[in-house]
């Protein structure tokens, strides 16, 4: 749950500030960029892409929210480890009949688990990988995690992150956040003393910006990734904001032809114009609050 803080905390902020000397000259927020990777099922592989030309560029991201196949790469990039290149090396031999044939795993009986495990390519091994990650170990100089899923007995999302997991293990939530209705079941969780459904975030937020400028984030500029199949409200022209909507026609979430997924990291990286590489430079120039910053310089 996105959270501002208790009222006993703003009010001992108000105070602090209230009582601030005129001569004494405010203080300037660091740059913090953050990246969002939508929803977007098979499509989410142009992520790949958008992740490799911004590492290509040496933009230091600190933060990573991913929801649904966004989860999936925020997780195995951030808290496993893996490398961009290694998972763009999966792409090949990835199909989405994996994910279906996962799926039917997941539900059948316990003898009949092997088989399922055999014609489900490398998501059972991938799987064992995630078991072992947190919130807490995090790999490539990103300092914070989020993580979006759907509750499906209140109907509305649910937000984990590095700072406010909840008692939640990375692994329940990422395979939650990736659950998506009719192919993988909703994932049951403990909160505390509370029993939550928990299924695929992008049910009731496709596209978390909002969770990456939120206190559990903490993003002052946001570098998105959209590769959802339909996106009618794109986010609104924003200086410290870069949208990024790589071209992904004939890929489907869940069906796309044998070479699809390499094309759409190559569409993702492509997507990545030297424009937008030029603004996010230019975050990097100034602490958020500057006179300059101000001055969109």
Known sequence: M???????????????????????PEQKQEVRIGIVLSAGGLRGAAHLGVLRAIVRQRIPVEAVVGVSAGAIIAAFHVAVGLSIHEMIDEAPVFRGRHIFIHGLGVRAPQALKPFFRRFSGTIPRRLEQLEGASFNTLHHGVTRLGIVCHDVRENRPRYFSTSDSSGARLSDVARASAAVPGVLPPKTIALGPRQVCLADGGISDSLPIAFARSPQIGATHVIVSDCRYSAPNPPADDDSLVYI?????????LRAPRAALLQAVWRGEAAVTPEMVDRMCRWLRVPVGSEAAELHV
Do not use: F, Q, W
């Open 245 to 253: 909507r790589p071209d992904l026609h004939g890929i489907r979430p």
């Open 2 to 24: 996105l959270r501002t803080g208790g009222g006993v905390e703003s009010h001992a902020r108000r105070d602090s500030v209230s009582h601030i000397p005129d001569n004494v």
